[in-house]
């Protein structure tokens, strides 16, 4: 079975500080993680995924996230917040066999000017 | 490239009456589409699997003669929500998956208010 566990409900971050959303997962063999942001009234966008490989994994509007397998976790960052980056976000496995995503409880990002 | 589209974007209805939801994949063809429910600030549940040419798969809790789902096209899926209550008001979301990826596509959502 897959899981993933979002601690934060809320995270606030200066606009132009670095930000990081978390998220700590519990999966059976090689995981695949993927990370969607929603903005307001709107459907979810794919932001970037872990399939195998690099740790460090670039995804769309300057956002990274690194897994670590030791700490089970794979937490999404970006070096400079932006306001237009308050949205909520989601962290995903898909379960290998039925192609379904488990979303997190998700995570609401504010970034105050 | 993937864009899937739904329509409409918002809808109201009197109680008792239905509502039909499309999901369309824009510029891909979709063996597998879903279809989401979001609540206010939370989470979202999936609702059914929605397989071209074969029924749905729904999930636990959810009324399959309640909420019809057909994916008649590899580009079409359509969700109805029948003799509609107050209570089915909310924020629903489809996405549909390629085949052979595990990412999924996510529509913009529409937004069912029943009075």
């Known amino acids: 079975a897959q899981s993933v566990a979002q601690p934060e409900d809320q995270v606030n971050v200066a606009e132009g500080n670095p930000l990081t959303v978390k998220c700590t997962y519990s999966v059976s063999g090689n995981p695949y993680l993927f990370w969607y942001v929603q903005y307001p009234n709107r459907g979810l966008q794919f932001l970037l995924k872990?399939?195998?490989?690099?740790?460090l994994v670039k995804g769309s509007y300057g956002f990274e996230a690194e897994f670590n397998k030791s700490q089970t976790s794979f937490h999404l960052k970006k070096p400079s917040a932006l306001v237009s980056d308050s949205a909520l976000y989601f962290c995903a496995p898909p379960n290998f066999g039925n192609e379904k995503l488990t979303f997190g409880t998700g995570t609401r990002l504010t970034i105050i000017p | 490239g993937a864009v899937v589209s739904q329509h409409p974007s918002w809808v109201i209805c009197k109680s008792g009456t239905s509502v039909k939801i499309e999901c369309r994949s824009l510029?891909?063809?979709?063996?597998?589409m879903f279809w989401y429910r979001q609540f206010p600030k939370q989470s979202l549940m999936l609702m059914a699997t929605?397989?071209?040419?074969?029924?749905?798969?729904?999930e636990q809790g959810v009324e399959k003669d309640k909420f019809l789902i057909n994916h008649a096209s590899l580009t079409l899926s359509t969700l109805t929500v029948t003799s509609a209550h107050p209570e089915d008001s909310s924020f629903y979301i489809c996405s549909a998956r390629i085949s052979g990826s595990y990412e999924q596509y996510f529509g913009p959502g529409t937004r069912l208010t029943v009075t």
């Open positions: 872990y399939i195998t490989g690099d740790n």
């Open positions: 510029d891909f063809q979709a063996t597998t």
């Open positions: 929605s397989n071209e040419g074969s029924k749905a798969t729904y």
